[in-house]
């Protein structure tokens, strides 16, 4: 342990190097409370990519697991500690290179914080899209090693489809470069992509070169009351099947809007079963959102709001940002799923999952990123009460098999980490778990980046 | 040879393998008529998974090369038949197998037509975007495989961004399946972008599942003309500084003009020395092309023409689409060139190429992607004039060479294939060529996939 303390303090400055077991441990894991966590032997913070080099050579040399993190804002435990590992912290390295407008291009290091540049791009009339609900404490580089997703996905895609080129440091420090910083590019093998939610078990990314969009108006919320949850899934299979590009269209239950009201008197419709929130950010808002009121009647709401202006908006998406925190504050911990189901097998994905709550006897909120058929059960437990914490796993895992029997994924936009690890299997069948395995043991044939988690 | 091809008889109908010698020649190579181009020892028409998995078993089983087939209209040589290869062409799977409006997806085998399946899903009021030149013949596949591009990328992107899932039959037989059907998901590492841009390198793709768009209105498109390329360069980077989002923004060089009126007698202006088109396909485009004409005027454009209705600018879009066939009709070969660099550097690269073009003595016309800033040099010939077939190869390398020095890439679209092997180490570096070789063997341990291709 001394040796490989030493090791790493030849070439990185003193406060770069965190070996006070009280401060390590605050850096054993992310936000998947859950999940098994080791005790990191040491915490880097280096500054520069030499250090970040220097940092995997010494892993290599001693063969220590390395554990890359970002702000630790993640939802499956991709970033806990394994035992007597270094954790590599990349918040430090949290400098905007460049921002662009003709190549609409930003280049950053992996520790800038989401927001930090999104406000940065907005300046210079730019829009930065992946907006995970953490974005006003999650790293590009976290975003990156999740592949993350957000509000804005069912119109602008995922994190994977901003990212355009990386440097990466691979597990012998050795600096791969991958894609392109021009608009297209196909030279050679997708690298590019492979890294993209790799979750650090394939290389420590270290800059990226991401692609920004023109700023667009801002966008106008319309909610609409469901007396059930079926009925709303079923203004979205019409929503989505007419064409309409909505910037984003989520779903509240029940559950979830009496959280937000609890904790912070909002005043939404705890009637409702469901509540659904459509938004366009087209310069003329007015035809779309007039046809998708219609839409949402003729599938049975009872009461279509269209908000009237853009900070009337942004008051009604405070309260769907505002869901995970409050259902979280219902229990002493929760578990979020991530399932992703065909739009048109919502209903049933909700209809099951009220069902599992009810079988377990279990709190359990949903929020959806329905227009992309992505739902967020939240199962809420006492982790002190071993019965009901046995419940909530059971009724977590059988979740995922329900997404899966729907021809779902286990997971939308959270990742594996260590939470789902067991699942992944299921999903992906022996031939694609041998062809990860191997693509894995390519890059990191001596297994010490972030082991245990994804494979 | 008898032993291969009675294996592969096994269990392929009759008419599903071709030995004729004078048959299989006529599959030698793709459009990329300068590269060199073996000899097949047969030719496999298979229509099913299960056929390509018999032909991937017998050629693993008799170590020999499989060289996959589209349409054959690639630009690189990617799908030229090595010596006594195995020549799968995917022609013959061509069912569309779905095309969903909810879930915005369409799964299709892999020799579907790439106009076939854009007229079909048009037909429900949806758009596939990528639309190489040669979309009435290139499959589905073949874009797949070269990750192929076209005029919508400037604001669609490239092929992609629009495949969510393959299955992909291994070197071995197996049968992979990657990605999902859904909007979203992250479930382990992205094979399905590993696979799109391998050139038939890594897997036989036999499925495929992509996203799909809600149509757009028609676009209208704004033709300018200019005095010089570098004047309309400038142009773009205004246009595209500014935050507009064209849906196409081509340029063609006064060469290509000129050579598309020769052919189809259509009234260019053979007298400008760059003609820009802009397009915009936004419910009302008049604020846009308003603006873009006053940005082409500030940039010294001599003419600014807005087209007055879908079937003018489809006229337009018709005269761009000919300078490929046009420029080809100058001389009896044609090398293109497919550099794509940094939009600021567009001008830089045009001048280049043009002095290029005068050192050489030859006729280089360019047609451009300028939004993406992705050129192509045409680099015209004939190769019975042993003088003149070396100067091409020589500017076609030089045109390369400075679109590297301007932070461009060798392949913006058209890919590697054997046109551009050398170059790719140049780009890539020797780590990433080690990376990509090291993923190569993990899924073609024998060498048998498309030998000689990409790497």
């Not at 303090?9 to 409370?33: C, F, I, K, W």
């Not at 430090?92 to 003709?102: F, T």
Request: proline residues 6%; aromatic residues 4%.
């Amino acid at each position: 342990m001394d040796e490989l303390i030493g090791a790493l303090r030849a070439a990185l400055p003193a406060e770069a190097v965190l070996t006070d077991p009280d401060v390590t441990a605050s850096y054993a894991h992310d936000m998947a409370s859950f999940c098994e966590a080791g005790r990191p032997a040491v915490v880097v913070l280096p500054r520069t990519v030499e250090h970040v080099q220097h940092i995997m050579r010494t892993a290599t040399a001693h063969r220590v697991p390395v554990v890359p993190q970002g702000a630790r804002t993640g939802l499956s435990g991709a970033a806990n500690a394994s035992d007597d590992c270094i954790v590599l912290s990349l918040v430090k390295m949290d400098r905007i290179l460049e921002i662009d407008p003709v190549e609409r291009i930003a280049v950053v290091e992996p520790g800038v914080v989401n927001a930090v540049l999104s406000r940065a791009v907005a300046e210079q009339g730019l829009y930065y899209p992946p907006d995970p609900s953490s974005w006003e404490q999650c790293t590009i580089g976290g975003n990156i090693g999740t592949a993350s997703g957000g509000l804005c996905c069912v119109k602008y895609g995922v994190t994977a489809e901003y990212v355009l080129g990386l440097d990466v440091v691979l597990a012998d420090g050795r600096l791969l470069t991958t894609g392109r910083r021009t608009a297209k590019g196909v030279a050679g093998y997708d690298l590019t992509r492979l890294f993209v939610g790799s979750e650090g078990s394939l290389g420590v990314v270290v800059k990226a070169v991401l692609a920004l969009k023109p700023a667009p108006p801002q966008q106008l919320v319309l909610a609409a009351e469901f007396p059930s949850t079926a009925a709303a899934c079923e203004a979205v299979r019409e929503i989505m099947g007419r064409g309409h590009a909505p910037s984003l269209l989520e779903l509240m239950d029940r559950t979830s809007l009496q959280a937000v009201n609890a904790m912070a008197h909002m005043g939404l419709p705890e009637s409702t079963a469901a509540l659904l929130l459509a938004a366009f950010d087209t310069p003329d808002p007015a035809p779309d959102l007039a046809a998708v009121a219609e839409l949402c009647t003729a599938a049975g709401a009872t009461e279509v709001v269209p908000a009237d202006s853009p900070a009337e908006s942004e008051l009604l998406l405070q309260a769907r940002r505002l869901t995970l925190p409050a259902l979280e504050a219902l229990k002493a911990a929760t578990m979020i799923d991530d399932v992703c189901v065909p739009r048109s097998r919502l209903a049933a994905m909700l209809d099951g999952t009220a069902a599992i709550a009810e079988k377990y006897g279990l709190t359990i909120g949903v929020c959806a990123h329905v227009g992309d058929g992505n739902t967020h059960p939240v199962v809420c437990f006492d982790p002190a009460d071993e019965d009901e914490a046995r419940r909530a796993r059971e009724s977590f895992d059988e979740i995922m098999a329900l997404g899966l029997s729907l021809g779902g994924t286990i997971t939308g936009e959270h990742g594996v980490g260590v939470l789902k690890r067991e699942w992944l299997a299921r999903e992906l069948g022996p031939v694609a778990m041998e062809v990860q395995r191997g693509i894995k043991a390519v890059l990191d044939p001596l297994g010490i980046l972030n082991p245990g988690k994804v494979l």
